[in-house]
Each structure stands twice: as C-alpha cells, then as structure tokens.
C-alpha cells in the first residue's frame, strides 16, 4: 500500500515506519495521521513484522508538532472531535498494540509530536533531539495525550513545569527526566534502535504482548495491574512459545518462538 506521507520498510522482522513531510518538518496533519493509523494497523496484522519502529524523514525533526493551519479556526465541538478521533485512531491504538512499537526521535519532538513518541512503548533519540509541548504558546493544551502520557514518564511536577513553561528540553535533559531510554548520535539512531529490536524478537512474541498489556493496566482507571498481570501469566501457560521457551531451556539451547 502507498501512502502520501510515509515511507515503510521491512527487514529482518522489523518495520520502519518514516513519516516523511522534510519540507514540513515532519507536521502532523490530517492526512498524515490517517495514514499511519492503517499503516500501524496493517503491520500490527503482519506476521512477518515482530517490532514496528518509528521515526521522521531527514535530520532536523522526528515531528515538529501538528499542522496548525488544520484548525486554527476550529469551534469547541471540532477540538474536541478532534483530539478524540486521533488519540482513538492512533495515540491510544500505538500504546495498546500488541507489538512493540519504538520511537526513534530524531531532532525535533514538539507538541503532536512528542504526543505521538510518548504513545510508543519506548524512545530513543539522537544526541540533536529537542522535546517539548509547546500547545499553551497557541492559547491550548496538549490534546493527544500529552497531559497523561508526561507526568507517568516524568513526575507530575516536572510535567506541569514543562507544559506550563512550553520549554523544550535536550535529549540528555529528556534521558535524565526519563521520557528517553538511551541518547546516541544521528548517524547512529536506527542501527542502535535495530540492535534492542532484534533483543525483543530473540523473546516469546505473545508472552511480549501480554507483558505490554499488563504494563499499560497499571495507568487505566478501573484497572488492577496486578489481577491483570496475573491472568496474563497464567494465559501464558497454554502457548506453544512457553513449551518452546521451557523445553529450550532444559535442554541448554536457543528457543525458535512461533508466537503460537
């Protein structure tokens, strides 16, 4: 499938999604989020795809923030139509899929931007990477989950610090912070990302995924993160993978994981 604003690339059981706007710095418009919705969607169904990484064209921005010019002159009723297709569309759909999805942050993360990172289930970034939510500089808020997604990554004091500020912080201030995992060099930033991705697909596919949903169950309202954890371990006892996984062991050699 063709898209207008992406690039997509599949080696080695990875995917690489690049959103590709250069001229725009990479904005999140209408049209770019519909396409990585049914592309995320697409290779969420692969099964040649084990890990989807994600990242901007060029070396300036990973995204620098949403496409103002889409709705600058929205009513009440259209922000928040808004803010819910797209967090239900994509933000929410990337922190809930059942495979790992890594942001490779090049450059510049801002508003949507960095929204769209912290819906990964981790980030790494070049050593060039500047984040921020700059949204109360326009008169808004963080409308893709940025007010829920920052304060679990950095503390809430620090979250209402940088959205109150609109202050962009560095890739070490944001390794510090914890919003980032590792801070590498440009010309480094996919081969590094590439190295932990071929970690993850050495490891059992449905026992990652009920280790995502287990994960993210401590952050949902109405959840217990442990009840969820352990029916997810338990579940884990009826897979082909854990047979694999224990009889591998045993016998002192590598596990082949099906994700059966």
Not at 35 to 55: E, Y
Not at 103 to 120: I, T
Not at 214 to 237: H, L, P, Q, R, V
Not at 239 to 249: I, L
Request: with cysteine; net charge neutral.
């Amino acid at each position: 499938m063709n898209y207008e604003n992406l690039l997509i690339s599949i080696e080695e059981k990875i995917a690489t999604v690049t959103i590709n706007r250069p001229t725009k710095l990479n904005a999140l418009n209408k049209a770019t989020i519909s396409d990585l919705s049914k592309a995320i969607k697409l290779l969420a169904k692969n099964d040649d795809v084990r890990v989807i990484v994600l990242t901007g064209s060029g070396e300036k921005a990973f995204v620098a923030g949403a496409d103002i010019s889409e709705f600058a002159n929205y009513t009440i009723v259209e922000g928040a139509q808004l803010a819910a297709e797209g967090q239900e569309s994509l933000f929410d759909f990337i922190e809930n899929l059942k495979k790992p999805v890594i942001a490779a942050v090049n450059g510049f993360a801002l508003g949507g931007g960095l929204e769209l990172a912290m819906a990964c289930h981790f980030r790494i970034a070049s050593d060039n990477a500047k984040m921020g939510l700059p949204e109360v500089t326009l008169g808004l808020i963080p409308g893709y989950g940025g007010t829920q997604r920052l304060p679990q990554l950095v503390g809430k004091g620090r979250a209402m610090e940088m959205i109150m500020t609109a202050a962009m912080v560095t890739a070490e201030e944001a390794k510090q912070f914890g919003l980032v995992n590792h801070v590498v060099s440009q010309a480094e930033l996919l081969s590094f990302t590439n190295i932990i991705a071929k970690k993850i697909i050495k490891n059992a596919p449905y026992a990652i995924s009920k280790a995502i949903k287990a994960i993210n169950a401590n952050y949902k309202d109405g959840k217990d993160g442990f009840e969820t954890e352990i029916k997810s371990f338990g579940k884990c006892f009826g897979t082909q993978d854990f047979k694999e996984g224990t009889t591998a062991f045993l016998e002192k050699r590598k596990a082949e994981f099906t994700g059966k």
